[in-house]
RNA sequence: CCAGGGGUGGCAGAGUGGACAAUUGCAGCAGGCUGUAAACCUGCCGGCCUUUGUGCCUGCGGGGGUUCGAAUCCCUCCCCCUGGA
């Protein structure tokens, strides 16, 4: 029912070209699963979006298990049925929650702590510096820890909200309503045999980049236990296939271990994720570092990673498949992909633009309709602007990795990687 | 004409003797976002400056006064709202 096939690799570079075969269609790479967390794509539908080359799509398991959401998928059958489509789906284990829901969580097993650090109260300061730092592609502890939705009005609920990281699983406070829950390797399976994505994803502790090699080894080791977890709950399910997680943050040795002690399991392919350092040039280095000991045959994706240089840098690496939200959240926050670099459309000097949002892109948005108009629907806050630009984001998005698989056939990948981190 | 209420930064609306260049929201300007607690978040938002500062100037309807000090208290004028003749 699966099968992953190595259909060329590039000359220069470890870039391949592959076909997924899925009980629910093919899915060509290097490619980009189009990320609908709670069962929607944010601003377009499946349809829109497979006929702009969509092949996959990435659903979470932490949302469909809060609430015991998941027994409405079981009653369903699964949720290509409850979404009534017929695409090849993957789901996120919910290891990622533990980290964005857990933030800040730096003190070790069972510790309680709170998800925000102290320096919150200067947190003006603080987004200044992230700004500043990342133009200069630097990640630093003034940075890191404060810029995911600081001072959200949600925050005061947050401090109250402890996540406690067990052997055997993790406890944390559901955001939405303040319940407590408990997430483990097995339940994740579970849920997921239930959701019944075609890929799933084995449970894994994803560190920040604020981990130091100490906490990180020991979320290592945790992450390859419950890896053996996640297999023995998966058993002989033949619908499906389960990928293993790669941890081990930014350090060396930790990726190779981590990427040895995942392959030697018997995972259908792997993901790699947790922290990918402190700067973009670390994302390349975590991958040079874990992908040779993965057995080449199986198919490597990167968890969450989607701007386009680190895509591209990825794909030279040799990652085969991606997920990520900017496509669609760029779009719903007003920023729109273009080969000239992204372009904030929100601004003022848009709202007498009469080009489309990117001149080179085919899109039936960049056809049809002016910066101007996309920037005052935004600026009006209209919804259609949103979906408009979520449309033109995740067409130009899988363009781009038509275009990548295009260059990897002909052997051109790394002069087109150039020609687009050039512009 | 009488009685009562009110006039605050582009708008709405706090403040009612010093901590007020003035809470907050909206609008405006700029930016951020990488396995989605995200149609979200952050910063700026009276003027001036070859010293960007516990700096200077102007300022809470107009004018005058009390006070060391007034958006805040008093007098007066103008305007708006509600009720009465």
Same mark, same amino acid.
């Given at each position: ?36 967390? @709670? ?5 377009? %539908? ?7 080359? !969509? ?13 015991? $959401? ?92 402890? *996540? ?15 319940? +407590?829950?408990?997430?483990?390797? @097995? ?53 499906? *296939? ?16 981590? !990427?040895?002690?995942?392959? %030697? ?12 350092? @402190? ?17 080449? +045959? ?78 005052? =629907? ?9 979906? =408009? ?28 990687? $150039?020609?687009?981190?050039? =512009?």
């Amino acid at each position: 029912m699966f099968k992953f096939k190595i259909l060329k690799k590039d000359k220069t570079t470890k870039a391949r070209l592959g076909i997924f075969k899925t009980p629910h269609g093919l899915i060509k790479t290097p490619n980009l699963a189009i990320v609908a967390t @709670k069962g929607g794509i944010r601003g377009l %539908s499946f349809e829109q979006a497979k006929k702009f080359g !969509a092949e996959i799509f990435m659903i979470n398991t932490f949302h469909f298990f809060r609430q015991e $959401k998941y027994k409405i998928i079981k009653k369903f059958g699964s949720l290509h049925k409850f979404l009534n489509i017929n695409y090849p789906l993957m789901t996120d284990s919910g290891g990622f929650q533990v980290f964005s829901l857990g933030f800040g969580m730096e003190h070790g097993v069972g510790k309680v702590a709170d998800i925000f650090p102290e320096e919150m109260k200067n947190s003006a300061e603080l987004t200044r510096n992230y700004a500043e730092n990342k133009k200069n592609g630097i990640y630093t502890e003034n940075n890191i820890g404060v810029n995911p939705r600081d001072k959200n009005p949600r925050l005061s609920a947050l401090k109250k909200n402890l *996540v406690r990281i067990y052997d055997d699983g993790v406890e944390f406070i559901d955001p939405y309503n303040g319940q +407590k829950l408990f997430l483990s390797p @097995k339940i994740s399976i579970k849920v997921q045999k239930i959701l019944g994505a075609d890929i799933i994803f084995a449970f894994d502790e994803c560190t920040s980049p604020l981990s130091d090699y100490k906490y990180t080894k020991e979320a290592l080791k945790r992450t390859h236990k419950w890896a053996i977890k996640c297999l023995d709950e998966f058993g002989k399910t033949k619908n499906q *296939v389960l990928f293993g997680i790669v941890q081990g943050g930014e350090y060396e040795d930790l990726r190779k271990e981590s !990427a040895q002690f995942i392959n %030697s399991l018997p995972f259908f392919g792997f993901g790699i994720g947790g922290s990918l350092g @402190k700067s973009k040039k670390d994302i390349i280095k975590v991958l040079s570092w874990a992908l040779p000991y993965l057995d080449y +045959k199986k198919p490597r994706h990167l968890l969450g990673i989607g701007e386009i240089d680190d895509i591209l840098n990825s794909i030279e690496q040799g990652i085969d498949l991606f997920d990520c939200v900017i496509p669609t959240r760029w779009a719903r926050h007003g920023t729109g992909f273009s080969f000239n670099g992204r372009i904030n459309l929100k601004a003022s000097k848009y709202l007498t633009d009469k080009k489309p949002i990117d001149p080179k892109c085919k899109c039936n948005i960049c056809r049809k309709y002016s910066r101007a108009y996309i920037c005052h =629907l935004l600026r009006e806050k209209e919804i259609y602007g949103i979906i =408009l630009l979520t449309e033109h984001n995740v067409f130009w998005i899988l363009n781009l990795f038509k275009e990548i698989r295009k260059s990897i056939k002909e052997n051109r990948f790394s002069n087109f990687k $150039k020609t687009i981190l050039k =512009l």
